[in-house]
């Protein structure tokens, strides 16, 4: 490498973010008001299936403050549809941001009403009178694939609307020989990221400008302004995109939503600047759900615990209004986890059901996967009556394989998985947690130990949704301060920080001089939004050159002014400097001043002032099949070692989780303080799904958790003993060797927690393929398990 | 609408309020003081928390009108001559901010904890701020945070 990371790259430097967020000086969404702002609410639908014969919203436009009211058919002829999905493998549909004849999921908004304040647009909201004629609601995926099952959407006729198959030669010989088959349906639940900022938009047309600034809690400013465009059918160079600080996204803020698209609209038609801030309800609503997939998997193995293939089935349901298939995409490629498993066949269908639209959630599709597998391979090792250690490192890829070619075509760039696990069981002690479980059995209490290694494939790159690449611009003015602009926003993962250390480390410009503008259309370069882990893979990397070309530009100005070749200088102390004689040296000011002032001194064929540009491109990428229907479509693959201790009190079915020991690869750490932050954070995010959270639908499809009452998201007395630690394995494809480090945390507990649980309660028979394991499902698998037994 | 006039921040300040908004509304939409956040509006995130008369609340749950002639105090009110407060110093040091949207109600209800003066356990922190929900952090360096300024608290 010919470019040396230097501090404060890898230190724990304290977020420069903080301190507005500290004083309460942040600035959301919410905090803004313009002079003359409008306020909308939406009217969404009491049910989850059924056709609107009218809406009459006479009565709501009498009300006091109200200013207008748009229902779908009043704007259907007026904006273009949204778009749907970025494959071709999905159907496609007409969408738009108001139901117009039919409804398809509880809460989907029918009418909205602009008024003077909130209080007054909620109030005319209730006036508005609907009249539904209901249609069976399809809520059970599998149901919905039967023949003569209610079509969600009438123009498809039928709600398979997704279809993706990968198989290998002579899988079937495969398992008809081998000594044992484990054969299991497993479902990952449905649940949703719920940032603790709910969706928040200020759509502002100014007539006078003829232009249109749209503050978003978005994860995606430069992808929203182009959908603005095409719906609304209005100039893109005319809008401008600003999300300002997002209070945090785990993937939710990424996708476009109906009333991101509507907004801005209303603001034109109006001319006034429009607000409207989600409450918690809306959010559980309408804010994209994830997981929520059925897998029928099957595992072919010797004796001795040697997989020899997998075959699965999926069907994943995708809710109503469906817009995109990543997550189905990630589940079928990646499957095989972590383990050398070269015979595999998959079947995957999407479904659409009246349920919320399905995307993107912290770990989409990879999740599922990562769950699915390393909950069987511990139902095979129990079968076996192998450790669940063993077997793993009886199948790991091994270190010495890396890159690796896994059985779909995807190219994982590096990982040490034994010496990973090895180290997690070090940490746990775990010979020892063996002996203690075995002692307090017999005195009747149920301790679990749980394993797992997950693995969470980053910064993906798919034709027309995630780019692929990143780019940051950078200047340094004439007074030595630097600012540098990055094509991603962020929610929270500490962009300006980790960008300003970058920097910093490369040009010698002081941290504390070194400002990050994000989020904002106007000044940064286009790009695709915050996801799939991909800031430290593709963004920061985009920044380390934009830091190079300065560097190099810098370092050839000194060289000019010094007379010594650029090849022996070095950047330190504010100043450039030869390497073998440090007093023949110019200070960066100097260097400054005359790269904007005194360009006759400049280098030939340099041009005058201090500004780059950095792209990196994520490496490794496949845009299409093989031969075989093989391709790569991430670039990263961080992962984490896990071992879980819990006990089960079988009188309240409640789980104690004792002990929660990871270990964490994410390659190069650019601030392993923040890692640290997210991870911990994310950790809990995942305790959250495998024992709280869960978006459960009525028969009628009505959502019964829409608040946080129902829908429990851990809070701090929830928090165990966790031990954390990381390896260090660089990815060798980028310049910066990180691997992205937001999701791998979310992974670990559910496969970790129910294989601790279904070890705490082994003794009794009780088998966990259905999650989350809250205290009532696992009185009432207690009580199963004894009735079986009995 | 009635006129209704508190101290906040050990200012005092007045404005319209009906009788049923909110404090949360209040202090935010009428007196622009938009630190203190709105996560549920129904007392379930506690990003709202403010200082009432004294002791943390949640702002959603209380009425504008309720707080006529009161004293509250909100994030805006923490640091004082330009000087952070040790606990947004603590928070800033322990990387207790992800997003930062949970901060400001997470510091008032810590505020409120630490205002009696006593040392607290560890169990008293957990418990001081087992209604505020936070997302990004996990809540460990949060707790960390506490514990640290509960030592340099003034
Ligand atoms: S907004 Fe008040 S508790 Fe959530
Ligand atoms: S820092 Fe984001 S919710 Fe707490």
Redesign the interface.
């Given at each position: 490498m010919d470019f040396p990371i230097n501090p404060p790259i890898g230190e724990r430097v304290r977020r420069k973010e903080t301190q507005r967020f500290v004083t309460g000086t942040g600035r959301f969404v919410d905090d803004l008001l313009p002079p003359g702002t409008l306020h909308a609410s939406f009217t969404r639908s009491p049910c989850a299936h059924a056709r609107i014969n009218s809406v009459d919203a006479s009565a709501a436009l009498t009300m006091p403050g109200v200013r207008a009211v748009f229902t779908g058919k009043d704007i259907a002829d007026r904006i273009k549809p949204m778009r749907v999905g970025g494959s071709p493998l999905l159907r496609p549909l007409k969408l738009y941001p108001l139901a117009v004849d039919k409804i398809r999921y509880f809460g989907e908004p029918v009418a909205v009403v602009v008024a003077d304040n909130r209080y007054l647009a909620e109030d005319a909201v209730e006036a508005i009178a609907i009249d539904y004629e209901p249609l069976p609601a399809v809520i059970d995926p599998e149901a919905a694939l039967e023949p003569g099952a209610t079509p969600v959407h009438d123009v498809l006729g039928g709600n398979k609307v997704y279809k993706f198959h990968f198989a290998t030669d002579g899988i079937d010989e495969i398992f008809a020989k081998a000594d044992v088959v484990v054969k299991e349906r497993i479902r990952s639940h449905r649940i949703t990221a719920c940032p603790i900022e709910p969706r928040a938009y200020l759509a502002h047309y100014s007539p006078d400008e003829d232009s249109l600034t749209m503050w978003s809690a978005t994860a995606n400013p430069h992808s929203l302004r182009g959908r603005i465009a095409d719906v609304i059918n209005f100039p893109e160079g005319k809008i401008r995109v600003i999300a300002p600080d997002v209070g945090g996204s785990f993937g939710v803020k990424i996708q476009t939503y109906q009333e991101e698209l509507l907004l801005p609209f209303i603001s034109r038609e109006l001319g006034r600047p429009i607000k409207w801030c989600e409450t918690r309800v809306e959010h559980m609503r309408n804010g994209r759900h994830g997981r929520d997939q059925i897998h029928y998997i099957e595992m072919a193995l010797k004796k001795d615990g040697t997989i020899l293939g997998l075959r699965d089935r999926i069907i994943a349901d995708m809710g109503s209004t469906y817009t995109v298939d990543h997550s189905i995409m990630a589940s079928a490629l990646y499957m095989t986890g972590v383990y050398q498993i070269q015979n595999y066949a998959v079947d995957a269908t999407g479904v659409s059901t009246n349920k919320t639209t399905h995307g993107s959630l912290r770990g989409i599709g990879k999740a599922d996967a990562a769950y699915v597998i390393e909950r069987l391979v511990d139902i095979a090792a129990r079968k076996l009556n192998i450790d669940p250690i063993d077997i793993r490192m009886k199948n790991f890829i091994p270190a010495e394989s890396f890159p690796y070619r896994n059985v779909t075509g995807a190219l994982y760039d590096s990982g040490q998985y034994h010496l990973c696990l090895k180290r997690t069981a070090e940490i746990a002690g775990y010979e020892k947690l063996k002996q203690e479980q075995a002692e307090l059995r017999k005195k009747g209490i149920c301790r679990g130990i749980g394993v797992a290694l997950v693995m969470e494939p980053t910064s993906s790159s798919r034709i027309h949704a995630t780019g692929g690449y990143a780019s940051c611009r950078m200047r340094i003015d004439p007074s030595g301060a630097a600012t540098v602009f990055s094509s991603m926003g962020e929610q929270g993962q500490g962009h300006e920080t980790t960008i300003a250390q970058i920097v910093a480390s490369q040009t010698g410009i002081p941290f504390e001089k070194i400002t990050v503008i994000h989020g904002d259309t106007l000044p940064t370069p286009y790009g695709f939004g915050t996801g799939s882990s991909r800031s430290s893979v593709v963004l920061m990397p985009s920044a380390w050159v934009a830091a190079k070309k300065m560097r190099e530009k810098l370092v050839g100005i000194g060289a000019r002014l010094i007379g010594v070749p650029p090849e022996r200088l070095e950047i330190g102390d504010g100043k450039v400097f030869a390497k073998e004689k440090r007093d023949q040296a110019i200070a960066i000011a100097e260097i400054i001043r005359t790269a904007y002032g005194a360009i006759h001194l400049l280098p030939e064929n340099m041009e005058p002032g201090l500004e780059t540009m950095g792209t990196f491109v994520n490496p490794n990428i496949d845009y299409a099949p093989d031969d075989k229907g093989r391709m790569n479509t991430f670039s990263s693959y961080p992962y984490a070692g896990v071992i879980a201790v819990v006990d089960v009190d079988v009188e309240t079915g409640f789980i104690n989780i004792v002990r929660y020991c990871t270990v964490h690869d994410c390659g190069n750490m650019i601030n392993p303080q923040i890692v640290d932050t997210q991870q911990q954070g994310s950790i809990m995010q995942g305790i959250g799904a495998a024992l709280y959270e869960e978006l459960r639908y009525d028969e009628e499809g009505r959502l019964l958790s829409s608040t946080f009452m129902d829908y429990r998201l851990p809070c701090v007395e929830e928090v165990p003993e966790l031990a954390l630690e990381h390896i260090v394995t660089p990815n060798p494809f980028t310049p910066l060797g990180a691997k992205g480090a937001g999701e791998t945390g979310m992974l670990g507990p559910p496969p970790a927690l129910c294989n601790a649980v279904e070890d705490a309660l082994a003794p009794l028979g009780v088998k966990i393929r259905e999650t989350p394991l809250t205290p009532d499902r696992i009185l009432d698998l207690i009580e199963k398990a004894k009735s079986s037994h009995g | 609408m009635a006129n209704i006039s508190l101290t906040v921040n050990g200012e005092t300040r007045s404005g319209e309020a009906?009788s049923?908004?909110l404090l949360v509304?209040f202090l935010?939409?009428t007196l622009?003081?938009?630190?203190?956040?709105?996560?549920?509006?129904?007392g379930?995130?506690g990003?709202c928390t403010v200082m009432w008369n004294g002791a943390p609340v949640k702002s959603c749950m209380v009425f504008a009108v309720q707080t006529d002639g009161d004293e509250v105090v909100?994030?805006?009110g923490?640091?004082r001559d330009k000087r952070?407060h040790p606990l947004?110093e603590a928070?800033?040091?322990k990387?207790a901010?992800?997003?930062?949207?949970?901060?400001?109600g997470m510091?008032m209800s810590a505020y409120g904890l630490l205002s009696n003066g006593k040392t607290p356990t560890e169990a008293e922190i957990?418990?001081a701020?087992?209604?505020?929900?936070?997302?990004?952090?996990?809540?460990?360096?949060?707790?960390a945070a506490i514990r640290e300024a509960a030592g340099n608290f003034k």
């Amino acid at each position: 490498m010919d470019f040396p990371i230097n501090p404060p790259i890898g230190e724990r430097v304290r977020r420069k973010e903080t301190q507005r967020f500290v004083t309460g000086t942040g600035r959301f969404v919410d905090d803004l008001l313009p002079p003359g702002t409008l306020h909308a609410s939406f009217t969404r639908s009491p049910c989850a299936h059924a056709r609107i014969n009218s809406v009459d919203a006479s009565a709501a436009l009498t009300m006091p403050g109200v200013r207008a009211v748009f229902t779908g058919k009043d704007i259907a002829d007026r904006i273009k549809p949204m778009r749907v999905g970025g494959s071709p493998l999905l159907r496609p549909l007409k969408l738009y941001p108001l139901a117009v004849d039919k409804i398809r999921y509880f809460g989907e908004p029918v009418a909205v009403v602009v008024a003077d304040n909130r209080y007054l647009a909620e109030d005319a909201v209730e006036a508005i009178a609907i009249d539904y004629e209901p249609l069976p609601a399809v809520i059970d995926p599998e149901a919905a694939l039967e023949p003569g099952a209610t079509p969600v959407h009438d123009v498809l006729g039928g709600n398979k609307v997704y279809k993706f198959h990968f198989a290998t030669d002579g899988i079937d010989e495969i398992f008809a020989k081998a000594d044992v088959v484990v054969k299991e349906r497993i479902r990952s639940h449905r649940i949703t990221a719920c940032p603790i900022e709910p969706r928040a938009y200020l759509a502002h047309y100014s007539p006078d400008e003829d232009s249109l600034t749209m503050w978003s809690a978005t994860a995606n400013p430069h992808s929203l302004r182009g959908r603005i465009a095409d719906v609304i059918n209005f100039p893109e160079g005319k809008i401008r995109v600003i999300a300002p600080d997002v209070g945090g996204s785990f993937g939710v803020k990424i996708q476009t939503y109906q009333e991101e698209l509507l907004l801005p609209f209303i603001s034109r038609e109006l001319g006034r600047p429009i607000k409207w801030c989600e409450t918690r309800v809306e959010h559980m609503r309408n804010g994209r759900h994830g997981r929520d997939q059925i897998h029928y998997i099957e595992m072919a193995l010797k004796k001795d615990g040697t997989i020899l293939g997998l075959r699965d089935r999926i069907i994943a349901d995708m809710g109503s209004t469906y817009t995109v298939d990543h997550s189905i995409m990630a589940s079928a490629l990646y499957m095989t986890g972590v383990y050398q498993i070269q015979n595999y066949a998959v079947d995957a269908t999407g479904v659409s059901t009246n349920k919320t639209t399905h995307g993107s959630l912290r770990g989409i599709g990879k999740a599922d996967a990562a769950y699915v597998i390393e909950r069987l391979v511990d139902i095979a090792a129990r079968k076996l009556n192998i450790d669940p250690i063993d077997i793993r490192m009886k199948n790991f890829i091994p270190a010495e394989s890396f890159p690796y070619r896994n059985v779909t075509g995807a190219l994982y760039d590096s990982g040490q998985y034994h010496l990973c696990l090895k180290r997690t069981a070090e940490i746990a002690g775990y010979e020892k947690l063996k002996q203690e479980q075995a002692e307090l059995r017999k005195k009747g209490i149920c301790r679990g130990i749980g394993v797992a290694l997950v693995m969470e494939p980053t910064s993906s790159s798919r034709i027309h949704a995630t780019g692929g690449y990143a780019s940051c611009r950078m200047r340094i003015d004439p007074s030595g301060a630097a600012t540098v602009f990055s094509s991603m926003g962020e929610q929270g993962q500490g962009h300006e920080t980790t960008i300003a250390q970058i920097v910093a480390s490369q040009t010698g410009i002081p941290f504390e001089k070194i400002t990050v503008i994000h989020g904002d259309t106007l000044p940064t370069p286009y790009g695709f939004g915050t996801g799939s882990s991909r800031s430290s893979v593709v963004l920061m990397p985009s920044a380390w050159v934009a830091a190079k070309k300065m560097r190099e530009k810098l370092v050839g100005i000194g060289a000019r002014l010094i007379g010594v070749p650029p090849e022996r200088l070095e950047i330190g102390d504010g100043k450039v400097f030869a390497k073998e004689k440090r007093d023949q040296a110019i200070a960066i000011a100097e260097i400054i001043r005359t790269a904007y002032g005194a360009i006759h001194l400049l280098p030939e064929n340099m041009e005058p002032g201090l500004e780059t540009m950095g792209t990196f491109v994520n490496p490794n990428i496949d845009y299409a099949p093989d031969d075989k229907g093989r391709m790569n479509t991430f670039s990263s693959y961080p992962y984490a070692g896990v071992i879980a201790v819990v006990d089960v009190d079988v009188e309240t079915g409640f789980i104690n989780i004792v002990r929660y020991c990871t270990v964490h690869d994410c390659g190069n750490m650019i601030n392993p303080q923040i890692v640290d932050t997210q991870q911990q954070g994310s950790i809990m995010q995942g305790i959250g799904a495998a024992l709280y959270e869960e978006l459960r639908y009525d028969e009628e499809g009505r959502l019964l958790s829409s608040t946080f009452m129902d829908y429990r998201l851990p809070c701090v007395e929830e928090v165990p003993e966790l031990a954390l630690e990381h390896i260090v394995t660089p990815n060798p494809f980028t310049p910066l060797g990180a691997k992205g480090a937001g999701e791998t945390g979310m992974l670990g507990p559910p496969p970790a927690l129910c294989n601790a649980v279904e070890d705490a309660l082994a003794p009794l028979g009780v088998k966990i393929r259905e999650t989350p394991l809250t205290p009532d499902r696992i009185l009432d698998l207690i009580e199963k398990a004894k009735s079986s037994h009995g | 609408m009635a006129n209704i006039s508190l101290t906040v921040n050990g200012e005092t300040r007045s404005g319209e309020a009906e009788s049923r908004t909110l404090l949360v509304h209040f202090l935010r939409d009428t007196l622009r003081l938009t630190g203190t956040h709105v996560g549920c509006v129904v007392g379930r995130c506690g990003a709202c928390t403010v200082m009432w008369n004294g002791a943390p609340v949640k702002s959603c749950m209380v009425f504008a009108v309720q707080t006529d002639g009161d004293e509250v105090v909100t994030v805006e009110g923490l640091a004082r001559d330009k000087r952070l407060h040790p606990l947004q110093e603590a928070f800033w040091k322990k990387d207790a901010v992800e997003c930062g949207y949970c901060t400001p109600g997470m510091l008032m209800s810590a505020y409120g904890l630490l205002s009696n003066g006593k040392t607290p356990t560890e169990a008293e922190i957990k418990k001081a701020i087992s209604g505020n929900l936070c997302r990004c952090t996990g809540y460990g360096n949060i707790v960390a945070a506490i514990r640290e300024a509960a030592g340099n608290f003034k």
